[in-house]
């Protein structure tokens, strides 16, 4: 059985017993605590911790996931072994409150026997100590023999944390034979023999923050059974780079490098690093991630550049990235179409960033041959060092090692060790979320009897009657939360709306709305009369013109989405945004600076959209339904099975967020700025509506401001700046040329002083350029060798400028090098000028007599 054969039986084998069939979610999760999407029951999350109703009661999915960063770090260790990867996926069924143990068990095990036919023989069951239950399941229901079913305690028991849902679990193994090592079963026998592939999560139990454990309500099922180790096992291969799609993507590595599988041991860890990652890489471009030096994009650019890095230590000088995307997205496609949506602009990242890591593999090569040609010999290769190619141009400590090695050095491991530990805790503090001090489970005990909030604000924004359900305190403000609402949550990008809540005992400020869990309505307020309390009515009133300019600022977001992707390319994805009031702000992937021509042309293309003033349309729809519509998901958002797609003019996108009925309703629409916030990431701003007009108007101010001031005519303001810069460059060039001639009157007198041709003396009150001109002049007078002036230039602090001639035994930076540290300063280190300067004046007469001292006077 290959690859898409087994994730269609498994598939249909549980949807013939009632799953839903869902999809593999993103690999980028809902969930701020993870980078990626690292198991097959992340996307359910919420389902199992009762946040969400979930929309049906068993599913069936194939999930692709991803470890690496983060505690997954074992990236070096994939290539290494026969078993690591940073890209795999997970066969999943879930249960949510429907059934358990029993049926679980005995779909497993048909699944195993009957569509996999493994040999029942060769099968090895573990189940938690106190799991009875479990245990007496495989021995009386499913025959499972009593020897073959061992107890384990933590390995056999699952949590999600410390707190929340937890349970026993129950593993499947297979039994490679005696050649792969020591009997026993998994509990005691060689892990290289016993190799575990099906995991049965019971999820029966909760623990509170006291520790106090309780049943769960509604039990449910997670199972996980790795794709690539079931493949390993049905193929009868030790390794998972032996199975059939990794096969296809080493003959691929092998084709762009020019080396066999079996050639030696350095290339064939190349060509098994450079299969793997192709996958990595390609999915994770493919789900919006762009290489950067933060967060889940510098995970992307690590494992790019081990695989580029690989190559280029093989000495392949062709680009290698663009063909193995090539591959990945040939052999996967089929079931994972996005692939072959993406698969240009994927193609498009990957052949920049290897072109750019490829000038720094280039000059690391070079800073280590500087480092170990300016080496002592018998010491070590300084630690610090080995770690700067490490973490800057991707050298790993065994490749820095080597190259050493041949050169007759060894590296200091330890000093390598202790940066790596620095930067290790520097990264472990940037990871601290600041996180909201609700009460968690009053929110998922108020989800569970009341459900989501009702979100009514499309319709209704002034005096809504509602339900106050629960009032929680936060200091001076409280969190409250009601049955229905017409307070849009912060989510998509746009920000949480204002306004007030009454009720016949007090009135609250609402200051902002965001979810205290998914559909979860919090109302952050300040309560400004009486009190609130749970079980009051209420009326609640949204700020209506904030609302408008908000729905102006997100409607015009989507409408610069689609122009950018027009003017700059459809590789562009939209990697975050900010829909407030005031502006808008959209970050895209992209490589290089906007010009202006293309600036001209996305407000050109978005404001001809406003003016032609078609109607927008706002519909729910199902998921499928907008997919099959060929609406545009945008980055980091969460959709369920219903989802609003947005019509306005050109764009078609998900989106859940609040628009205007009509594109003429934004106004006019002006980009404010476009940059860089990282590695291949841009950033525009813009204003629309009343906003740009607040712009064009405090642009024209400014205009008329500088026209005044320059008494032309408003129109006439750009030649009157011009001609006004002329004419101070003119007089800033006739102020240079009185200087010259004072400098040169000075040289003379200066010059005839010279006292065995050295000429040391205190020059007070010009600046620092003509300091060094004034040194210089005197210098190239006839009987001058040595030249040392000092002065406190008229900007402050303090100066010191030598000169010498060619012909002088002395060099300028040793006249000064001690008078530097007189004045507090440093600098000057030039053979026939030097320049010091410092901040401390006093020191001036000081720094005078040393070189004085140091001109052998």
Not at 177 to 206: C, S, T
Request: charged fraction near 25%; include cysteine.
């Amino acid at each position: 059985m290959k690859a898409n054969e087994l994730r269609r039986a498994f598939t249909q084998f549980f949807v013939e017993r009632g799953h839903t069939d869902v999809p593999s979610a993103s690999l980028i999760p809902h969930d701020s605590s993870l980078l990626f999407v690292p198991a097959g029951m992340v996307p359910f999350k919420s389902y199992f911790v009762g946040e969400q109703k979930p929309p049906y009661s068993r599913a069936v999915s194939v999930q692709k996931c991803v470890r690496a960063g983060g505690k997954h770090n074992d990236l070096d260790e994939v290539g290494r072994t026969a078993r690591h990867l940073t890209f795999f996926e997970m066969l999943g069924n879930f249960s949510f409150g429907d059934y358990f143990k029993e049926q679980a068990i005995v779909m497993a095990w048909e699944f195993v026997t009957e569509v996999l036919q493994l040999d029942t023989e060769r099968l090895w069951i573990t189940v938690h100590e106190t799991d009875d239950e479990a245990a007496r399941i495989w021995e009386e229901k499913i025959g499972v023999p009593a020897e073959r079913i061992q107890r384990l305690d933590e390995d056999n028991w699952w949590r999600m944390a410390d707190t929340g849902p937890n349970g026993p679990c129950s593993e499947i193994f297979w039994d490679k034979g005696p050649a792969y090592g020591a009997d026993g079963g998994p509990a005691h026998g060689d892990e290289d023999r016993f190799i575990e592939f099906w995991n049965l999560v019971f999820m029966q139990f909760e623990t509170d923050e006291a520790g106090v454990t309780v049943d769960l309500p509604k039990p449910s099922i997670d199972t996980g059974a790795g794709l690539e180790r079931i493949l390993s096992i049905l193929q009868q291969k030790d390794s998972v780079f032996e199975i059939d799609e990794m096969a296809r993507l080493i003959e691929a590595a092998e084709a762009v490098t020019g080396y066999k599988l079996g050639q030696n041991d350095n290339s064939d860890l190349a060509l098994r690093v450079l299969a793997e990652h192709a996958r990595t890489m390609t999915f994770l471009i493919a789900d919006d991630v762009v290489p950067s030096n933060e967060d889940r994009g510098f995970v992307l650019r690590r494992i790019m550049r081990r695989a580029i890095r690989f190559a280029y230590l093989l000495g392949v000088d062709e680009l290698v990235t663009p063909k193995l995307v090539d591959a990945v997205v040939e052999i996967m496609a089929d079931d994972y179409p996005k692939l072959a949506e993406t698969h240009e602009s994927v193609r498009l990242v990957v052949s920049r960033e290897e072109t750019q890591f490829r000038k720094t593999l280039a000059a690391g090569s070079s800073i280590l041959a500087n480092h170990l040609d300016s080496a002592e010999s018998g010491k070590p290769l300084d630690g610090e060092v080995a770690f700067l190619l490490h973490d800057t141009y991707g050298f790993p400590f065994e490749v820095t090692s080597e190259v050493a090695a041949e050169r007759g050095f060894d590296v200091d491991r330890a000093g390598f060790d202790r940066a790596m530990e620095k930067q290790r805790a520097m990264s472990k503090d940037a990871r601290k979320i600041e996180r909201h001090a609700d009460d968690s489970s009053a929110v998922a005990e108020l989800a569970e009897r009341h459900g989501e909030t009702v979100f009514v604000g499309r319709d209704e924004l002034v005096d809504v009657p509602a339900k106050v359900l629960l009032v929680t305190a936060e200091g001076d403000t409280a969190s409250i939360f009601v049955d229905r609402s017409p307070f849009y949550a912060e989510s998509g990008g746009q920000i949480g709306d204002t306004g007030s809540i009454t009720t016949a005992t007090g009135r609250a400020e609402i200051l902002d709305t965001n979810y205290a869990a998914p559909g979860i309505h919090r109302h952050i307020a300040r309560i400004v009369d009486g009190e609130i309390n749970t079980g009051d009515d209420a009326t609640l009133t949204v700020d209506t013109g904030r609302r408008d300019n908000i729905r102006r600022h997100h409607t015009a977001t989507h409408l610069l989405h689609w122009a950018l992707r027009n003017v700059v390319g459809d590789h562009v994805k939209q990697q975050g945004s900010l829909v407030a009031p005031d502006r808008l702000r959209f970050d895209f992937s992209h490589f290089e600076p906007l010009t202006p021509d293309q600036i001209n042309a996305i407000e050109d293309q978005v404001n001809v959209e406003v003016l032609s003033n078609p109607a927008t349309e706002h519909p729910e729809v199902t998921k499928t339904e907008a997919e099959e519509m060929g609406a545009i998901a945008f980055f980091g958002d969460k959709y369920g099975d219903l989802v609003r797609v947005l019509r306005a003019g050109p764009t078609l996108e998900f989106c859940g967020g609040t628009h205007v009925s009509a594109l003429g309703d934004i106004g006019l629409i002006k980009i404010v700025s476009e940059g860089s916030v990282g590695s291949n990431l841009r950033r525009i701003e813009a204003v629309c509506g009343t906003g740009a007009i607040d712009l064009l108007r405090q642009e024209q101010r400014t205009v008329e401001t500088i026209a005044e001031s320059l008494q032309v005519p408003k129109g006439d303001a750009a030649d009157g700046v011009r001609r006004k810069i002329e004419e101070v460059a003119g007089l800033h060039a006739e102020v240079q040329q009185l200087q010259g001639q004072v400098a040169a009157s000075k040289a003379v007198g200066l010059a005839a002083s010279a006292v065995d041709g050295v000429v040391i003396a205190r020059v007070d009150g010009i600046a620092r350029d003509q300091l060094k001109e004034l040194t210089l002049a005197i210098r190239d007078h006839d009987g001058v060798d040595v030249v040392v002036l000092g002065g406190a230039p008229s900007q402050g602090g303090a100066a010191l400028a030598a000169a010498t001639t060619k012909e002088s035994t002395i060099t300028a930076g040793e006249l000064i090098a001690d008078g530097a540290k007189a004045i507090k300063g440093g600098g000057g280190k030039g053979d026939h000028f030097a320049m010091a300067g410092g901040k401390d004046p006093e020191g001036l007469d000081e720094a005078l007599k040393l070189a004085t001292v140091a001109a052998g006077l």
